[in-house]
């Protein structure tokens, strides 16, 4: 009988071996171990073995199914591993066929980098607020410490409504705004439109700007120097080098203007330049005490600084963009380039 | 302005490189815009004398000249005819590069050695205003006392280096030769060493000449000298090298001399012809209503009672400070002249110059601003070039009518801790000393307690900031490179925060540009006509209209979003894009009425705009829907009222109170036409500044039920007139509590179904909250739902 059983296990495990599929395999399961199978016959005929020898055959025989059973399972495993493996060779794709689905849009680069701006300054605990465009003259020029019919305003050309109401020719309206609305201390920042009459290659009557201005105690041009310097690292990376020239702006007092290395060139000069590696910034300065005073700020105890970067040439310059012209024409092929 | 380097020196001893100096003005506060070498193309050009001139022996029209440039003897062919023996000639040799391109190298002129050229005027970059013979078609030929061999930058003075500086208007007395010297001596350290204003009279009395008399409170100053018996000859060399360099045409002694103070101290100045004065009279006064004159550019120009005029007895003869008339000027034949110094109100110059459109160096300086003080030391200073000249005899006396004779000196009182303050860096009390007294402005120092006595051409200076700026553009503003610290450590902290609308747009436009959009900016001016194209005829029609615009396309501001948009499809089009998604963010600008008296409203504007090949109206719907959802607005759509929407293919999104906060949909097929545009375009408007508004989004999450939901599918038909919008709402309120959800997922229409009929079928699911439906309780509903549908909207359950 021991060799009976021997026998079994031997053809079983030979056939499991051979074979290739689930079929071949359930039919050697059902020969060994199906109803009708060779070792269930076995089993089944235990009562006609004798009983001193039952005992150990049934042990034997036992075990012959287990060995049969292990094989058959270890086999089923492998072949269904194999047929995932036939499936899934089957469902190859191409990857470099084209995604399917809406494609990103994008946004406009000037937008990007007020984003950006925007996002440097409120981390430095300022407060973004946005105002008219179209305002009094009051606002643009009069409580900026620019009197009518002074030289200053011959360094802006207005294009006028009424001649008390202008299309805002600087941000710096939004300092009076804010001087008249909040309380010290505040550091805003605004970004914004401004118009200008003027309309040539280098020259659009639209641009913007980005006005910051702070308002507390102790504030000098120290607290202006070092914001300007993070500023132009974060906008323009840590290597960026910055000039400063003096200046003049009615609201200021001191005026600076700030260089930063011309992004055009990384430095080298190019004709954006002029040659100088440098561009022009920032026009920056220490708040005129004037200007705190004709907005009903203590100027005895408040400073502040402000500046105002035109953003449209260092939107150009970081982008590398050729024309500043580029900007307002909204040219798909131009735009698909900023995804 | 232009200034001359030579000049400069008459006041400041100072020999450094002009490219230096260029860039310390600049860093100063005096940006120098260009540095201009005169000599840059008259190297190895030198004053040569031909000893000899004999004919070419091959050609007729050269002839070889013999010339002597000093250490040397070179041989010149030349096809000029002026030149003479004994001549003495500007003479280009090898390497010379002259200003109109020409480089010289020495040549054969058909077997004759030529080792180079000589010159005329024009190539070394003179006229004939510069020297005689300066503009001859020819060869120049110098006078005779040149030393031969000098280089002929030297014999012409063409040596100068010219900075085209930039001044700021807060310092008019920068316009001028001495305030720039001063400033140099500031920045250097060094002293100042002023001219020479001395001159000579024949006696006599300037009042027996000329009798002045100011009728006008807007000239201050008015101070006028007489000189008789003039020689109006050509200026000696010097002068008119100065003048060349800084760009004025030399004329004659008299006038080069007015142009000269003009320059070297910022005064303005005019000669008058006397014997044209009528009634030895000057009067300044107001221009009569009408009055007219005819200038010095050849015009002749209207005035009114708001222009100032220099006149005599009778006639004006000047337009105050701006430009002289051609009935007084001095002209070669003039015997005698009056000269004229004085101060006008920057303002009313301003307004004159601006109104006529004449822009004169003396315009320009009185609108900057000319100091009271000026002329006393400009009359003098022309006086002493007058005798400097000998060009006439000076009569004694100088005629002023300014009121205030003894202009005191102001003086600032400042705090030396204040100025810390303001700076952020403290500098060293001698040097802060030593850098204000170098400007001129006389400081000293007690405690904390700044005392500065300012010369009177510093009208800008007022309190410590004005200082706190003289002192770090001279110190250096490289100083903050090497100081530890940063921004705000003795001020408060702040927290930082985004304006909420900006937050609500940020966020719609990344989903925009998730969606494929891509962001455009277009100007907020437009020309009148777009609202016409746009078919619009309400309130947006009255557009804000500029006042002076830049040209028609840009003459008002918008009141609507969708034009530019348009533009940019068009332009996309034209150029071959595609499958254009655009949106924009910006304003309108709505006039609460016109002429404006008040300012306008500004409404904060998302525009969508799509033109795309299998886009339609639902696709808008979702995206706008989806938009929505970002906000906490409730709304519901009607059929739109936009007049450039296709009226059956849009909608109009309405709050619960009524407020219209945007529209979608299909653009007008005439608008379309309007704009030559041949494929269909989407647009979509919403009013940001409402949207965000709006309280935040909040949320109160509901259970979820312990139950299962049920979906039963239903078919019905209705009338073509019926709409999706009716039968979802009937079949929620017929649901009642076990409502669940309803969703439209198919539309039929066929012959079988009729005319005018369509289907739709519907899934809906239906939950209670506190048991399992059963098959009876669902089919109630069912049966609820289908008479419902039927009783309101004769709809048939389809099967």
């Keep these: 009988m021991k060799e009976k059983l021997d026998l079994i296990l031997k053809n079983g495990l030979e056939q499991i071996e051979k074979c290739v599929d689930l079929k071949a395999l359930d039919d050697v399961r059902v020969r060994f171990l199906g109803k009708q199978g060779e070792l269930t016959a076995i089993l089944r005929n235990m009562k006609e073995i004798p009983a001193e020898e039952r005992k150990n055959v049934g042990m034997l025989a036992n075990v012959v199914r287990e060995k049969l059973e292990k094989a058959l399972s270890d086999k089923l495993a492998a072949l269904e591993e194999r047929q995932l493996e036939i499936e899934m060779e089957k469902e190859k794709v191409d990857i470099t066929m084209p995604g399917v689905g809406v494609k990103k849009g994008a946004l406009h680069p000037l937008t990007k980098f007020n984003n950006k701006f925007m996002d440097i300054c409120v981390a430095m605990g300022f407060t973004v607020i946005q105002g008219p465009e179209i305002d009094t003259d009051y606002y643009n020029f009069e409580a900026l410490n620019v009197p009518k019919n002074h030289p200053a305003r011959d360094m802006q050309d207005s294009l006028y409504i009424t001649d008390n109401i202008v299309l805002r020719t600087q941000t710096s309206n939004m300092q009076v705004h804010a001087m008249e609305k909040m309380k010290p201390p505040f550091k805003i920042v605004c970004p914004g439109r401004v118009y200008r009459n003027d309309d040539d290659s280098s020259h659009s009557p639209i641009f913007n700007q980005f006005e910051a201005l702070v308002v507390d105690e102790n504030i000098g041009l120290k607290d202006l120097m070092k914001m300007i310097d993070v500023i132009l690292k974060k906008l323009f990376g840590e290597d960026v080098k910055m000039r400063v020239r003096p200046s003049y702006f009615p609201f200021t007092e001191p005026s600076i203007e700030i260089d930063a290395t011309c992004q055009m060139c990384g430095g080298k000069g190019c004709s954006l330049c002029k040659g100088s590696g440098f561009s022009e910034v920032f026009g920056a300065g220490v708040v005129n005490p004037k200007v705190l005073e004709m907005s009903g700020i203590d100027s005895k105890k408040y400073s502040g600084f402000a500046f105002g970067p035109g953003i449209d040439r260092s939107v150009m310059v970081t982008n590398k963009i050729p024309n500043i012209k580029y900007l307002y024409r909204n040219d798909l092929r131009f735009l698909k380039q900023m995804r | ?799």
């Design chain 2, 1 to 799: 302005m232009k200034i001359s380097y030579n000049w400069l020196k008459d006041f400041v001893d100072i020999d450094i490189p002009a490219n230096d100096l260029a860039a310390k003005l600049s860093v100063s506060g005096f940006e120098v815009e260009e540095v201009i070498y005169q000599n840059e193309h008259l190297h190895d050009v030198f004053v040569g004398k031909i000893t000899k001139i004999e004919k070419h022996p091959e050609a007729d029209k050269l002839q070889i000249c013999q010339v002597d440039v000093g250490d040397k003897k070179v041989q010149i062919i030349t096809s000029a005819t002026n030149v003479f023996e004994g001549a003495v000639v500007p003479v280009s040799l090898d390497g010379a590069d002259l200003v109109n391109g020409v480089k010289i190298k020495p040549t054969n002129f058909r077997g004759v050695r030529s080792e180079g050229m000589f010159c005329s005027g024009e190539e070394i970059g003179i006229d004939e205003n510069y020297i005689e013979g300066g503009g001859v078609n020819g060869i120049l030929i110098l006078p005779n006392d040149m030393k031969i061999g000098a280089k002929i930058e030297d014999a012409l003075m063409l040596n100068d280096v010219v900075f085209d500086v930039s001044v700021t208007p807060n310092r008019p007395d920068c316009n001028s030769v001495i305030g720039i010297a001063r400033e140099v001596c500031a920045i250097y350290n060094k002293p100042f060493k002023d001219v020479d204003y001395d001159f000579k009279t024949i006696g006599g009395d300037v009042k027996n000449y000329i009798n002045v008399e100011v009728k006008t409170d807007r000239c201050p100053r008015y101070m006028a000298a007489y000189v008789e018996d003039l020689k109006l000859t050509r200026s000696p060399l010097w002068m008119r090298a100065r003048l060349n360099a800084v760009g004025i045409k030399p004329i004659n002694t008299i006038v080069d001399i007015t142009n000269y103070v003009l320059i070297e101290q910022g005064q303005p100045m005019h000669a008058f012809d006397y014997d044209n004065l009528e009634g030895k009279k000057i009067v300044v006064r107001q221009a009569k209503k009408g009055e007219e004159i005819a200038v010095l550019n050849g015009n002749t120009y209207k005035l009114d009672e708001n222009d100032m005029v220099i006149a005599d007895s009778v006639k004006p003869v000047v337009i105050a400070g701006v430009i002289g008339g051609t009935n007084s000027c001095v002209q070669k034949e003039t015997k005698r002249t009056v000269f004229e110094c004085a101060v006008f109100d920057l303002k009313s110059i301003r307004l004159t110059s601006r109104k006529i459109g004449v822009m004169t160096d003396s315009s320009l300086r009185y609108s900057k601003g000319v100091y009271l003080p000026t002329p006393v030391n400009a009359i003098k200073r022309a006086l002493n070039l007058v005798t400097k000249l000998n060009c006439g005899k000076i009569v004694s006396g100088i005629i002023d009518t300014c009121k205030v004779k003894d202009v005191k000196e102001r003086i600032i009182h400042a705090s030396m801790s204040k100025i810390d303050k303001i700076l952020g860096v403290v500098i060293d009390r001698e040097r802060v000393l030593q850098i204000l007294n170098s400007l001129g402005v006389k400081s000293t120092l007690s405690g904390d307690n700044l005392t500065c006595v300012l010369p009177l051409y510093r009208e800008d200076l007022e309190c410590e900031n004005d200082l706190a700026e003289e002192l770090i553009r001279i110190y250096g503003y490289d100083v903050y490179n090497n100081v530890d610290g940063v921004a705000f450590e003795n001020s408060s902290v702040t927290v930082g925060a985004y304006e909420p609308r900006l937050v609500l747009e940020n966020n719609l436009k990344s989903q925009l540009v998730e969606n494929g959009f891509y962001e455009t900016l277009n100007y907020s001016l437009y020309s009148a006509s777009a609202c016409e194209k746009l078919l619009i005829d309400d309130e947006r029609k009255n557009v804000i209209r500029i006042a002076n615009p830049i040209s028609e396309e840009l003459s008002t501001v918008r009141t609507v979003m969708a034009h530019a948009l348009m533009l940019d499809i068009k332009f996309n089009l034209s150029v071959g894009n595609k499958d254009l998604r655009f949106f924009e963010s910006g304003r309108v600008y709505l006039p609460k009425e016109l002429p404006l008296k008040e300012l306008p409203v500004e409404n904060n504007r998302l525009s969508v705009a799509v033109c795309e090949d299998g886009y339609d109206f639902f696709q808008l719907k979702n995206l706008l829907e989806n938009l929505l959802l970002t906000t906490s607005v409730e709304y519901s759509l009607v059929r739109s009222t936009e007049p450039y929407l296709h009226s059956g293919v849009s909608a109009d999104i309405i709050t619960k109170d009524g407020k219209k906060i945007g529209y979608f949909g299909k653009i007008h097929k005439k608008v379309l036409k309007n704009y030559d545009i041949s494929h269909d375009v989407y647009y979509a408007e919403l009013d940001t500044d409402y949207l965000a508004s709006l309280p935040e989004k909040k949320f109160a999450v509901k259970e979820i039920s312990k139950f299962p939901a049920v979906e039963r599918d239903i078919a019905v038909v209705v009338d073509e007139s019926v709409t999706n919008g009716d039968l979802t709402h009937a079949i929620k309120s017929a649901c009642g509590k076990v409502f669940e959800s309803v969703e439209l997922f198919d539309v039929y229409r066929s012959a079988q179904l009729g005319e005018n009929k369509k289907s739709l079928a519907y899934k809906i699911r239906l939950m209670s909250e506190d048991k399992t439906l059963t098959t009876e309780e669902i089919n109630a509903v069912i049966n609820k739902i289908l008479k419902s549908l039927e009783f309101r909207y004769h709809a048939k359950l389809r099967v």
